[in-house]
């Protein structure tokens, strides 16, 4: 494996036209279905995390599920919601098959609505 892969996220919140400053999040590998705690993080400012969620030897090919927790979100900027929220967690499953390479995934987002790609 080639220490110049990385995994990275950025989350946009379209309703407000800015950064998802402090969205937490939890990164899991999946295995035969089952999921296996990577870590926890929490968006910064521009909202992105201060360091790749996986990198060097951490990144291994396989499937992967990030599970973002918006509805916190939302809640925290006064955001009025129905309980349950339409989206309090958005979990969001790829796969890493080139672990030498950079994986983005961004996340768009509002209360009713998101969308996600493979960035750069």
């Known amino acids: 494996m080639s220490a110049g892969g990385r995994l ?3 989350v946009l919140d379209t309703t ?9 999040l939890t990164l899991y590998r999946v295995e035969v279905e089952q999921r296996i705690w990577v870590l926890d993080a929490r968006t ?5 995390c201060d360091a790749p969620l996986l990198e060097g030897d951490s990144m291994r090919p396989g499937c992967y599920e990030l599970v973002f927790k918006v509805g916190a979100y ?3 900027l006064g ?13 969001i499953r790829f796969a890493i098959a080139a672990p030498d390479q950079h994986y983005h995934v961004p996340l ?3 209360p009713y609505g998101y969308s996600t790609y493979r960035g750069s």
Do not use: K
């Open 8 to 10: 990275t996220t950025h």
């Open 16 to 24: 407000h036209g800015r950064p998802g400053a402090g969205v937490a």
């Open 44 to 48: 910064n400012a521009d909202g992105r």
């Open 74 to 76: 939302f809640r925290g």
């Open 79 to 91: 955001v009025d919601l129905a309980e349950p929220a339409f989206l309090d967690t958005i979990p």
């Open 108 to 110: 768009l987002v509002s």
